[in-house]
């Protein structure tokens, strides 16, 4: 049971390229999220989904887009990086269900750094 | 609107020293609150949550937190530090207000001196 899984674990881009980070996760949960853990300021939700289909916009999304088109993946994208965007990012999982008491299952994390 | 303070980014104890990680929160209805733990290049794990019922909540690897509500704290210990037990530790806060936000605290990082 592989849990959350993220690909690409590294990335270095340069200013303005474009690229999709991928999540999937095998505990056919409902709920995936996207974050990004900056030093000192904790993690920061981008966008979050609440079934195939659906996305919403958290804190922080501006720069991001992000698609569901299937259950167990959750794609998050960078149109045109900028160095802002040089952060850890974390994708997470829940179970349906009253989300205010389920806890989130992470991811190990994709490592961006933007030039 | 809900927030959550860790009481310093840094904490250092002994091998075999009580782990004490401080959390403050604030929110306007009942929050459930949660602590992670997070080990170099790893994703969040979850030690222990607390929904409702019993205010003092075990989680794994021998950590316990306490609800205290008149104190809006929930503070992360545990008896006897391990080498093991350095990470990053992360409180997190949410509520069931139609919303879908849960809160992370900006971390404590343990470090545990043999």
């Known amino acids: 049971n592989a849990g959350v899984t993220q690909t690409p674990k590294f990335r270095v881009l340069k200013t303005g390229q474009s690229m999709t980070l991928l999540c999937a996760q095998d505990m056919n949960h409902e709920y995936m999220y996207w974050y990004r853990q900056d030093p000192g300021m904790g993690l920061r939700l981008i966008h979050y989904?609440?079934?195939?289909?659906?996305?919403a916009k958290g804190e922080v999304p501006d720069g991001y887009n992000v698609s569901r088109l299937k259950k167990q993946n959750f794609l998050l994208g960078l149109e045109s990086a900028a160095p802002s965007q040089t952060s850890v990012y974390f994708c997470?999982?829940?179970?349906?269900?009253?989300?205010?008491?389920?806890?989130?299952?992470f991811g190990d994390g994709t490592r961006l750094s933007i030039l | 609107a809900q927030s959550v303070t860790q009481l310093g980014s840094h904490v250092s104890v002994s091998e075999g020293a009580l782990v004490l990680l401080r959390c403050n929160y604030s929110?306007?209805?009942?929050?459930?609150l949660f602590w992670y733990v997070q080990y170099p290049n790893q994703g969040l794990q979850l030690l222990l949550k607390?929904?409702?019922?019993?205010?003092l909540v075990k989680g794994i690897n021998g950590f316990e937190a306490e609800f205290k509500k008149s104190e809006t704290s929930f503070h992360l210990t545990k008896p006897s530090a391990h080498m093991s037990d350095a990470a990053e530790y992360f409180c997190a806060v949410s509520v069931d207000t139609g919303g879908f936000k849960t809160i992370f605290g900006a971390g404590t990082r343990l470090f545990v001196k043999a």
């Open positions: 989904s609440v079934g195939e289909g659906t996305t």
């Open positions: 997470a999982s829940s179970y349906r269900g009253r989300p205010s008491n389920q806890p989130q299952h």
């Open positions: 929110s306007s209805v009942p929050p459930y």
């Open positions: 607390y929904t409702t019922g019993a205010t």
